[in-house]
């Protein structure tokens, strides 16, 4: 049986070494800034509350446990620099499961050069892999309480994959868009970076946009306005889901942003040179709260979103 010094030599095997004055190995690791502030962001994935052994493999586990940190820093507008890892792993815990982890975190940080720097490895009931990521801002960040009255509101991709995906594998399908959107996110690296340009306010769409949208509204003391017609889904979705799926559906990790007017035009050309896919959903004016508007301009009952606790 593999032990705790075995389980850490054989995840760490899959990464490149950290290009830090200290990484693995250490109390601490000891990182060096090049451009400006840091952000900081702390997210877990737990068994059985965001995955299954059963519908996921090792490097779904490993893919999307980085991927939603990196969602988070992308919203900053940041670029991802390093991270750390903590894993709770069952006693019995096959150690090729520990690789395949390894192997999906590792290919997502190779795409985005971001740095493993340390970690902690636990025994525990479930598994668990927590993961601090950190990243550089060279404009200020982009948060939730800078949007103004007037600004439209864009989201980028489609919205309620991942919602479908879940659905599809609790009905026992293993294949398709759908279920790829639940296990491997795609965090919006990129695309943060692009907006830091332009958008006045930005977060990711985790919990679904019904839920983060009066996020951005209650942080920025603002009111949104968002038009059913003009929300992105999938055909599937459209199909299986409809609207109430897209605006409630959680983990779809897409960025929802606000942008000055004055902007807009030029976010957009912008996003289309970089291959980015956004679209404009609404806009926000004075006031609180938001509201959803049907192809008649009435106002049309708003979904939850998702919650840990309820």
Not at 207 to 220: E, I, P, R
Not at 258 to 285: I, K, M, N, W, Y
Not at 299 to 307: I, K
Request: glycine letters at 12%; a positive charge.
């Amino acid at each position: 049986m593999p032990g705790e010094f075995d389980f850490i030599r054989r995840f760490l095997h899959h990464f490149p070494k950290a290009r830090v004055p200290v990484g693995p190995g250490d109390d601490c690791a000891v990182l060096a800034p090049s451009r400006g502030a840091l952000c900081v962001t702390t997210d877990a994935v737990v068994e059985d509350v965001h995955f299954t052994r059963a519908g996921f493999s090792p490097a779904d586990i490993g893919h999307k446990a980085l991927a939603v940190n990196l969602s988070d820093v992308a919203a900053m507008g940041a670029t991802p620099r390093w991270f750390v890892c903590a894993l709770a792993l069952p006693r019995d815990f096959p150690a090729a499961h520990l690789s395949g982890i390894a192997r999906g975190m590792a290919a997502l940080a190779r795409e985005h050069r971001v740095d493993l720097v340390g970690g902690n490895f636990t025994s525990a009931r479930e598994l668990s892999v927590t993961i601090t990521a950190t990243g550089e801002l060279s404009r200020p960040p982009l948060t939730r309480s800078g949007a103004r009255p007037g600004d439209w509101l864009y989201v980028s991709g489609t919205l309620g994959d991942a919602r479908l995906g879940l659905a599809h594998l609790k009905a026992g399908l293993k294949r398709g868009a759908a279920v790829r959107r639940q296990r491997r996110p795609v965090p919006r690296v990129a695309l943060g970076q692009l907006a830091s340009r332009f958008a006045s306010a930005a977060l990711d769409v985790s919990d679904g946009l019904a839920q983060d949208l009066g996020h951005l509204c209650t942080a920025s003391g603002v009111r949104a306005v968002v038009e059913l017609a003009r929300l992105p889904m999938s055909a599937a979705v459209r199909r299986e889901l409809g609207p109430e799926g897209a605006l409630a559906g959680g983990e779809d990790y897409e960025l929802l942003l606000a942008v000055a007017p004055g902007r807009g035009r030029a976010f957009e050309r912008a996003c289309a040179r970089g291959g980015h896919v956004v679209t404009r959903v609404g806009v926000l004016s004075e006031g609180a709260g938001w509201v959803i508007h049907d192809e008649a301009g009435r106002a049309v009952r708003r979904p939850g979103g998702f919650d840990h606790f309820r």
